[in-house]
């Protein structure tokens, strides 16, 4: 009874800090269970209906194509403007309303813009990633391409919403994101014919179009504002914006060539490599989700509201705590999965056109995919502290660092390894960023020369 009431008696001492921190990542994971519940759920329809395809590669190729550039100004977005929309609860609020209209006008500009890119750019990017592929399979993710180019605008808009949700602790848009899976869920259900890419297309879009329409609703809900389009970018928000995006977006988007990395490298090795990468990356992004978005989403506005206090040092002990225990808990997801990994491809993946002898692929390169999980899980509290603190240039360099380490890891150990060296060498892209962000982090420097939160 005695040490029952000692635990309990810690328990109750805990920094309320550290208890918005564990109650929100207790909620985002729920969340994250949830919405990646319904991913599993569309990707064992998509391996039933298609297995290891044609089709699934290209639609693996052309997401990735659509949703690079948006996806990494998404990354940047998202992580500069929660300690932004922190900081501007304390404004009037006219001055709120006028900052999110012009926000979003910003978002669909921008996605536009991506959208006019993609489509002058997109025979050159497909014969440079798609080069060792069939006319047939080149054929059809053109035709993929015109469908789902809305999808990198929606993102945008999609992005401004979470972080508005984000930025008042609330986490219903980690719920959200099931919404896609499960739109495109029914619609692959709902096809017959497993040549067809068509189900894929219109699945894909629609679901991020209802996506954005419920998260703008409930944005507006959650902040009671209602934030009419301007064209105008007067607020006084756009300098510290301008600095913080242009600096970070340069190493983000040096970090986002990765993806587009790997699918050159896999698409060297022939028809099915692409789509055998693409379901072990899946099944990853559910434990990443789990774990990594929840603490991320979590840390980030209590972090921004302790460094717009300006008490630096707390925000910096829980941040190292967190990273720290974030490392431990992933080593433990990792090994556990290790052990169910091909239980758990089994149970997603192997119907119809997806045999056993495509679960053991998917499970040997799931499991080398583990090694990243750790640091992955740990870096991300540190890059919140970072992101709060202004420290844009210091993630810019790492961004940079981290794309050449891997550059140069993905052309060794592919050679030694095959596919495999794709997930390996990831792994060692996470073991270094979490390195240079952990010694940053614990350096003297980590608490000067500071631009402050935005």
């Avoid at 960023?433 to 631009?451: D, E, I, R, V």
């Amino acid at each position: 009874m005695s040490q029952i009431a000692g635990w309990r008696s810690r328990l109750l001492q805990i920094h309320p800090d550290h208890s918005r921190i564990a109650r929100s990542a207790v909620w985002v994971s729920l969340f994250a269970l949830m919405g990646k519940s319904a991913g599993a759920l569309k990707e064992m329809a998509i391996a039933y209906r298609y297995g290891i395809s044609n089709v699934v590669d290209a639609y693996q190729l052309t997401l990735t194509l659509i949703t690079w550039l948006p996806a990494t100004f998404v990354a940047v977005l998202s992580v500069v403007l929660v300690p932004a929309l922190v900081e501007l609860r304390a404004k009037p609020k006219e001055e709120q309303a006028k900052f999110l209209g012009e926000l979003d006008v910003m978002a669909i500009v921008v996605g536009i813009l991506f959208a006019v890119i993609l489509y002058f750019s997109w025979p050159y990017a497909l014969d440079l990633m798609a080069r060792n592929l069939s006319e047939e399979t080149r054929v059809m993710s053109r035709r993929m391409m015109l469908g789902m180019a809305p999808v990198g605008i929606l993102m945008l808009t999609i992005c401004v919403y979470a972080a508005r949700l984000q930025a008042r602790e609330k986490h219903v848009n980690t719920l959200l994101e099931c919404v896609p899976a499960v739109v495109l869920l029914g619609f692959v259900l709902a096809g017959h014919d497993a040549s067809s890419p068509v189900p894929l297309i219109w699945g894909t879009t629609l679901g991020f179009v209802f996506q954005a329409v419920i998260l703008g609703v409930l944005s507006g809900r959650a902040d009671k504002l209602r934030a009419r389009f301007s064209f105008s970018l007067s607020s006084p928000q756009w300098p510290h914006m301008y600095r913080a995006v242009g600096v970070f977006m340069i190493g983000q988007l040096i970090m986002s060539l990765a993806t587009p990395l790997d699918q050159y490298f896999v698409a060297g090795l022939g028809d099915g490599a692409i789509a055998t990468l693409g379901y072990a990356s899946r099944v990853l992004a559910l434990i990443v989700s789990m774990g990594a978005v929840a603490i991320g989403r979590a840390t980030l506005p209590v972090l921004s509201e302790l460094l717009s206090a300006g008490d630096h040092a707390r925000a910096r002990s829980v941040a190292l705590k967190w990273s720290l225990l974030m490392l431990a808990i992933g080593s433990v997801a990792a090994v556990v999965a290790w052990f169910l990994a091909p239980m758990v491809v089994k149970l997603l993946f192997q119907r119809g056109a997806f045999s056993a002898a495509d679960t053991v692929a998917v499970s040997n390169l799931f499991r080398w995919g583990l090694i990243q999980i750790p640091f992955y899980f740990a870096v991300l509290v540190l890059v919140q502290l970072f992101a709060s603190e202004g420290r844009f240039k210091a993630m810019a360099g790492i961004a940079a660092a981290n794309f050449a380490v891997k550059a140069v890891a993905n052309y060794f150990l592919i050679r030694w390894f095959g596919i495999t060296g794709v997930v390996l060498a990831t792994g060692v892209m996470g073991a270094s960023s979490f390195g240079c962000y952990l010694f940053l982090a614990l350096s003297n420097g980590s608490l000067k020369n500071k631009t402050g939160p935005l």
